[in-house]
């Protein structure tokens, strides 16, 4: 263990990229691609999305064979039934969203004005459920995980094009999601970007660690260590977790921020969850 | 891209409900008699116990006519998708074990007249082992095995 | 029929069926993480498939079929616009089944 920290640790000295402070949020997402254009030269733009796949054809030949027939199909089919039952007061979530909730996933997330927070579409889901007098779902899976899975199923292919706009407090919230991403926590003292962006291509023991950009394309995700569905919040708090750190709660402001600066960061590529990882 | 493709195409599919219709009548149900599973063949602690348990022997002759598509470092050890394909004639039956597996028999695949030597399914696997391949053809048994590694992952597990 | 999701094409005469099980397919060996007691096995030991009078496929099962159990053969002698259907049974006398249409 302690090797493998003082190469991390070396590693982490030796990466020359982190995005500048004082930058504006486009132009971190232009050197956010750079990077990662001059790390993996040969992996297509639109190919990030399939995460650690695009980059590693043993594993890819794995997850195509799950692709076959992947176990997410069955939370499709659920949360579309879940999706399409009427609330006891006889609306939907068709009322609560744009288009009837078909095909606006990756219109998540987005800065609100009004309530000076960043929403995604689970906090929609649920702020729909209770605005109809429902009891909200729990965060990180189970029937929210469902009705994600459904609502993205039918939001494939969208672009991801997450707004920072002008507004002092949207611009905190993305800043507030980029330093989670830079900052170093936990016990092991490693920062997601020690990881997924320094060390993206490495292995850590027997994983080989995924490229930060297009990371939340796919969520929500079937891992088949969870055997079953899961929230990109409850990722995040399982890599707290994995660095010794205390996760923050689901959908709390900190990992709302990281979902936005992390979405941003994803801008451009292909929606394409739900999808199924290990 | 294949996988692109793949993935709207079962945008189409569940849209048009090409998923199975329910069977409500019992009289439609095929009956399932659980009498022919095998509790000592599954509860056998070895690859030779758990084929004698099922087919009465353990004499198995390697057979180059049978592949199994395994990965070779599997990405989770929980879900392995495993594939076996035989060319052998008049195949009845294709067995599938992991060798370190506590009881190492996962499934026992009895196939009808029409059916092909193949079939392919999900297992787990408790940690690096051969997968075996027994097929019954005739009364005579073959086998192929393929390695398998699964390891502990770096990220906690 | 709200378990099993299935799909059966034919080609040139063969028909491939795939088919998706919602199952946890519990070992026993496992313990519950928030209670620490051990859940106990439930998975399915009989998978049978028929097309017409003729039992295509037959599967006995353990534990160590992966949850969300997945499982792909094929068979000739079917047509298209043909019935299959696939029931399940597990160790707790639990069953279900669907059918399909061969497309």
Redesign the interface.
Same mark, same amino acid.
């Given at each position: 263990m302690k090797k493998l920290l003082t190469a991390m640790i070396l590693l982490g000295l030796l990466g020359s990229f982190t995005l500048s402070a004082q930058a504006t949020p486009q132009q971190d997402l232009a050197e956010f691609r750079d990077y990662f254009k001059n790390r993996f030269p040969k992996t297509p733009f639109n190919d990030y999305i399939n995460g650690v796949y695009s980059i590693d054809a043993a594993s890819r030949e794995q997850w195509e064979e799950i692709e076959e027939f992947p176990p997410y199909e069955l939370s499709i089919s659920k949360g579309e039934e879940l999706f399409n039952k009427p609330f006891a007061n006889g609306k939907g979530y068709a009322d609560c969203f744009p288009n009837g909730g078909i095909g606006i996933a990756a219109r998540y997330p987005f800065f609100d004005s009004k309530s000076g927070k960043v929403i995604t579409l689970e906090s929609a889901i649920n702020t729909c459920r209770q605005s109809n007098g429902e009891e909200p779902l729990g965060w990180q899976k189970g029937a929210i995980a469902d009705v994600s899975a459904y609502m993205h199923y039918t939001s494939r292919g969208n672009i991801i094009n997450v707004q920072v706009p002008n507004d002092p407090a949207a611009l905190a919230a993305y800043e507030r999601g980029k330093n989670h991403f830079y900052a170093k926590r936990g016990q092991l003292n490693m920062a997601c970007a020690d990881c997924h962006v320094y060390n993206s291509g490495n292995k850590i023991r027997a994983d080989l660690l995924s490229p930060a950009l297009g990371h939340v394309t796919h969520f929500p995700v079937y891992r088949s260590k969870w055997g079953g569905m899961g929230t990109l919040h409850r990722r995040y708090g399982g890599c707290n977790k994995q660095v010794r750190a205390k996760p923050y709660p689901a959908q709390s402001d900190e990992y709302r921020s990281l979902e936005y600066f992390t979405s941003y960061m994803s801008n451009g590529l292909e929606s394409n969850g739900p999808g199924a990882r290990k | 891209?294949?996988?692109m493709k793949?993935?709207?195409f079962?945008?189409g +599919?569940?849209a048009t409900g090409?998923?199975?219709?329910?069977? +409500?009548t019992g009289l439609?149900?095929?009956?399932? +008699?659980?009498a022919?599973?095998?509790k000592a063949?599954?509860e056998a602690k070895d690859v030779n116990g758990a084929v004698s348990a099922l087919f009465n022997t353990s004499d198995m002759a390697s057979s180059d006519k049978i592949s199994i598509k395994a990965?070779?470092?599997?990405?989770?050890g929980?879900?392995?998708?495993v594939?076996v394909t035989t060319s052998i004639d008049g195949v009845s039956s294709i067995s599938l074990l992991?060798d370190k597996?506590a009881?190492p028999?996962?499934?026992?695949?009895?196939?009808?007249?029409?059916?092909?030597g193949?079939? +392919?399914?999900?297992?787990?696997?408790g940690k690096t082992a051969n997968v075996i391949a027994v097929v019954k053809a005739g009364d005579k048994l073959y086998s192929a095995q393929k390695e398998v590694k699964v390891?502990?992952?770096?990220?906690?597990? | 029929m709200a378990s099993i999701k299935m799909r059966a094409k034919i080609t040139d005469g063969v028909t491939t069926i795939k088919a998706l099980v919602s199952h946890p397919m519990d070992t026993g060996l496992m313990k519950d993480k928030k209670t620490g007691e051990t859940i106990p096995a439930h998975f399915i030991q009989e998978v049978v498939c028929k097309h017409k009078d003729t039992t295509v496929m037959t599967a006995n099962w353990g534990a160590a079929i992966s949850k969300n159990p997945y499982l792909s053969f094929k068979f000739a002698g079917a047509a298209a616009g043909d019935t299959v259907s696939l029931s399940w049974a597990d160790n707790k006398g639990e069953k279900d089944s669907a059918e399909v249409t061969i497309k």
């Amino acid at each position: 263990m302690k090797k493998l920290l003082t190469a991390m640790i070396l590693l982490g000295l030796l990466g020359s990229f982190t995005l500048s402070a004082q930058a504006t949020p486009q132009q971190d997402l232009a050197e956010f691609r750079d990077y990662f254009k001059n790390r993996f030269p040969k992996t297509p733009f639109n190919d990030y999305i399939n995460g650690v796949y695009s980059i590693d054809a043993a594993s890819r030949e794995q997850w195509e064979e799950i692709e076959e027939f992947p176990p997410y199909e069955l939370s499709i089919s659920k949360g579309e039934e879940l999706f399409n039952k009427p609330f006891a007061n006889g609306k939907g979530y068709a009322d609560c969203f744009p288009n009837g909730g078909i095909g606006i996933a990756a219109r998540y997330p987005f800065f609100d004005s009004k309530s000076g927070k960043v929403i995604t579409l689970e906090s929609a889901i649920n702020t729909c459920r209770q605005s109809n007098g429902e009891e909200p779902l729990g965060w990180q899976k189970g029937a929210i995980a469902d009705v994600s899975a459904y609502m993205h199923y039918t939001s494939r292919g969208n672009i991801i094009n997450v707004q920072v706009p002008n507004d002092p407090a949207a611009l905190a919230a993305y800043e507030r999601g980029k330093n989670h991403f830079y900052a170093k926590r936990g016990q092991l003292n490693m920062a997601c970007a020690d990881c997924h962006v320094y060390n993206s291509g490495n292995k850590i023991r027997a994983d080989l660690l995924s490229p930060a950009l297009g990371h939340v394309t796919h969520f929500p995700v079937y891992r088949s260590k969870w055997g079953g569905m899961g929230t990109l919040h409850r990722r995040y708090g399982g890599c707290n977790k994995q660095v010794r750190a205390k996760p923050y709660p689901a959908q709390s402001d900190e990992y709302r921020s990281l979902e936005y600066f992390t979405s941003y960061m994803s801008n451009g590529l292909e929606s394409n969850g739900p999808g199924a990882r290990k | 891209m294949t996988s692109m493709k793949r993935r709207i195409f079962l945008k189409g +599919s569940l849209a048009t409900g090409a998923v199975g219709i329910a069977v +409500s009548t019992g009289l439609l149900t095929p009956r399932v +008699s659980l009498a022919a599973w095998s509790k000592a063949a599954f509860e056998a602690k070895d690859v030779n116990g758990a084929v004698s348990a099922l087919f009465n022997t353990s004499d198995m002759a390697s057979s180059d006519k049978i592949s199994i598509k395994a990965p070779d470092i599997a990405e989770n050890g929980a879900v392995v998708p495993v594939s076996v394909t035989t060319s052998i004639d008049g195949v009845s039956s294709i067995s599938l074990l992991a060798d370190k597996n506590a009881t190492p028999l996962t499934a026992e695949f009895t196939l009808g007249p029409g059916t092909e030597g193949y079939v +392919s399914t999900r297992i787990k696997m408790g940690k690096t082992a051969n997968v075996i391949a027994v097929v019954k053809a005739g009364d005579k048994l073959y086998s192929a095995q393929k390695e398998v590694k699964v390891t502990i992952g770096g990220c906690g597990g | 029929m709200a378990s099993i999701k299935m799909r059966a094409k034919i080609t040139d005469g063969v028909t491939t069926i795939k088919a998706l099980v919602s199952h946890p397919m519990d070992t026993g060996l496992m313990k519950d993480k928030k209670t620490g007691e051990t859940i106990p096995a439930h998975f399915i030991q009989e998978v049978v498939c028929k097309h017409k009078d003729t039992t295509v496929m037959t599967a006995n099962w353990g534990a160590a079929i992966s949850k969300n159990p997945y499982l792909s053969f094929k068979f000739a002698g079917a047509a298209a616009g043909d019935t299959v259907s696939l029931s399940w049974a597990d160790n707790k006398g639990e069953k279900d089944s669907a059918e399909v249409t061969i497309k």
